[in-house]
Each structure stands twice: as C-alpha cells, then as structure tokens.
C-alpha cells in the first residue's frame, strides 16, 4: 500500500479563498483524523470519522472549517473562507479500527494563507 | 480532562546521553499511550506503544515507563545517536488521538 496519499503538498491561497485538502486512506482502514499542526499549539486534532461517520469534530475551530468523508477512500477538509491565521500543516491519518492500534500519518499538506 | 501535558518543549544532549520526555495526562478512560517521531518534513511516525496494564516496554534503545496511579509515562532513547535528533511527541487514545505538545531533541555528535 502507497500509505496516506494527502493532496496538494503545498497550496498558497489569499485570504478569502476556499481551499480544500485532499485525503485517501490506507485501504482497509477505517478511522480517519484530520490534524494541524503549528509551532504555537503543535498537533491539535480537528475531526476524526469512524466508517465514514464523523465521532467527534469538537477540534473544529470555526464554522469556516468543514470535513467530509463520502467513502472509505477518501475525504476532505474545506476552509472557507480562510485567513492568514489558518496557515499550518494539516495532516490526515487512518487506522485500522477504532480500537487502539497505530495510526498512520500522511505527508501533510502546509497551508499558506497570504 | 482531554489535554496530555509535555516536557520538555526541547532537550540537547550529548551522543551517547539518555534524553527523557515526560507527559501526564487526566482522563483514566485513555487506554492506549503511543509516542510518535517526526522528522522535518515528514508526518509522524510510531515508535513505541504501551497499554496501562504494563509499567514498563522496551523496543530497542527505546524504553517507555508508565505509572498509571500518577498518570504519567515517559519515554528513554538509550545510547542516543544524532540520527535520533527529531520531535517527539506522545499521545493518549480512547479511540479520540490526542497528541501532547512535543519535545525537540537535538542530540550533538
């Protein structure tokens, strides 16, 4: 498996744009979280979905920030519209089940909001 | 109650030295304490795992201690090596990953 695939790597936007961050899952996973991550407050976790379904999206910071996951392959983060304050590195992750077992990091994708 | 606390923010040691990164946490419902190693660029990445029904795991020069009563548990990097020089950070799952703010290590040849 290819691992967690996050799309763009990087993305530069003006403020008052929307932006959305791509994210496939290792197959077979089926806990998704969506993290950002920052010098200031380091890795803050924004949603996370079980089988498609969000659990828990108390992280989300603002009504501005949305996540979807429409199947088991793939889901998104949208920001809109978004501030120079929502610049960071969000970062998906899937895991098996939502047992405990490992979670496993994408890439990130860092966001630059000018 | 959902927080995990961590310290240091950063740590420098010699090669050779045992760095030690400490985290505390407060909800008795987390069952499951991974600490994860980021390079720069990168994603995290496990590196050792440990459940509250043990006090003590080893992995290599990785070593993690938990002491379930002060709800604390630490991680030891035996005979660091420069190439350990990364952030670290641990975290506490109820199904919820909720990760503590993260130690850079700096480990000089």
């Known amino acids: 498996d290819a691992g967690v695939i996050q799309s763009p790597r990087h993305e530069v936007t003006e403020m008052g744009q929307e932006v959305t961050l791509r994210c496939k899952p290792i197959s077979g996973h089926n806990s998704l979280f969506w993290y950002r991550q920052t010098m200031m407050r380091g890795l803050e976790l924004l949603i996370y979905?079980?089988?498609?379904?969000?659990?828990?999206d108390s992280g989300m910071p603002e009504d501005r920030f949305s996540a979807k996951m429409p199947n088991a392959s793939f889901s998104t983060l949208k920001i809109q519209p978004s501030e120079p304050r929502d610049s960071a590195v969000y970062f998906c992750?899937?895991?098996?089940?939502?047992?405990?077992?490992?979670?496993?990091f994408g890439q990130g994708t860092r966001l630059t909001v000018v | 109650q959902q927080q995990v606390k961590q310290s240091p923010q950063s740590l420098i040691v010699q090669k050779g030295g045992i760095p030690i990164i400490n985290c505390a946490y407060e909800n008795t419902a987390f069952d499951y304490f991974p600490w994860y190693q980021q390079f720069p660029g990168k994603g995290p990445a496990l590196l050792i795992a440990i459940r509250p029904d043990v006090s003590e795991k080893k992995e290599g020069r990785f070593t993690i201690s938990f002491n379930k009563s002060a709800k604390q548990f630490s991680l030891h990097i035996m005979d660091s090596q420069p190439g350990d020089s990364a952030t670290y950070f641990c975290a506490a799952s109820t199904g919820k990953l909720i990760f503590g703010q993260g130690t850079t290590l700096q480990v000089k040849p």
């Open positions: 979905f079980n089988n498609n379904v969000p659990i828990d």
């Open positions: 992750a899937s895991r098996e089940d939502i047992l405990n077992t490992e979670a496993f």
